[in-house]
T-cell receptor
Framework: AQSVSQHNHHVILSEAASLELGCNYSYGGTVNLFWYVQYPGQHLQLLLKYFSGDPLVKGIKGFEAEFIKSKFSFNLRKPSVQWSDTAEYFCAVNGRGANNLFFGTGTRLTVIP | DGGITQSPKYLFRKEGQNVTLSCEQNLNHDAMYWYRQDPGQGLRLIYYSQIVNDFQKGDIAEGYSVSREKKESFPLTVTSAQKNPTAFYLC??????????????FGSGTRLTVV
């Protein structure tokens, strides 16, 4: 069965600190991987996605994620966070050829000015 | 502007009543989805539809029903059989066959409270 684990439930950082949010998935096949962000009071938005090719993908707002197949991981990173990055972040996965996404439980990021 | 419209934003229901949540999209997306978002549990898939007049159960379909009579619309009915209906409900849509453009577009959600 497919599953996505986000082990950090709430992360608190000061501005300019570096960020890494963990995401591990379980799926018996080729996968597509996604990170979504939900800013307070706003829609869920796509940050970045990985389908194939370079395992290091870059998204919007300076975020990047690295797909490590051997570790079934797709961790999200940002070198220097800003107060405006305060949001909830969701990792998601679907099987190649499938359309429905499986989401992790989310990580709430609070950035302190 | 293209997007997904969910209505109403807030909904209150008495126990034992059915209630229908609206989801409309003008993106010409083939697939539509309903998720339920609870604190600490992320998003869980209720139902999805890849084509008109066809839909599939997700992980937590019990107590819910859907219809897909038009490509633009995918209403969700929360029935009285749903044991814990108070939650935030999100509708999403996506292109089915265009991999490069793939990604969900989400609506702004409906918060349902059973009183």
């Amino acid at each position: 069965a497919q599953s996505v684990s986000q082990h950090n439930h709430h992360v608190i950082l000061s501005e300019a600190a570096s960020l890494e949010l963990g995401c591990n998935y379980s799926y018996g096949g080729t996968v597509n991987l996604f990170w979504y962000v939900q800013y307070p009071g706003q829609h869920l938005q796509l940050l970045l996605k990985y389908f194939s090719g370079d395992p290091l993908v870059k998204g919007i707002k300076g975020f990047e994620a690295e797909f490590i197949k051997s570790k079934f991981s797709f961790n999200l990173r940002k070198p220097s966070v800003q107060w405006s990055d305060t949001a909830e972040y969701f990792c998601a996965v679907n099987g190649r050829g499938a359309n429905n996404l499986f989401f992790g439980t989310g990580t709430r990021l609070t950035v302190i000015p | 502007d293209g997007g997904i419209t969910q209505s109403p934003k807030y909904l209150f229901r008495k126990e034992g009543q059915n209630v229908t949540l609206s989801c409309e999209q003008n993106l010409n997306h083939d697939a539509m989805y309903w998720y339920r978002q609870d604190p600490g549990q992320g998003l869980r898939l209720i139902y999805y539809s890849q084509i008109v007049n066809d839909f599939q159960k997700g992980d937590i379909a019990e107590g819910y029903s859907v219809s897909r009579e038009k490509k633009e619309s995918f209403p969700l009915t929360v029935t009285s059989a749903q044991k814990n209906p108070t939650a935030f409900y999100l509708c999403a849509s996506s292109i089915v066959w265009d991999r490069d453009a793939y990604g969900y577009t989400f609506g702004s959600g409906t918060r349902l409270t059973v009183v």
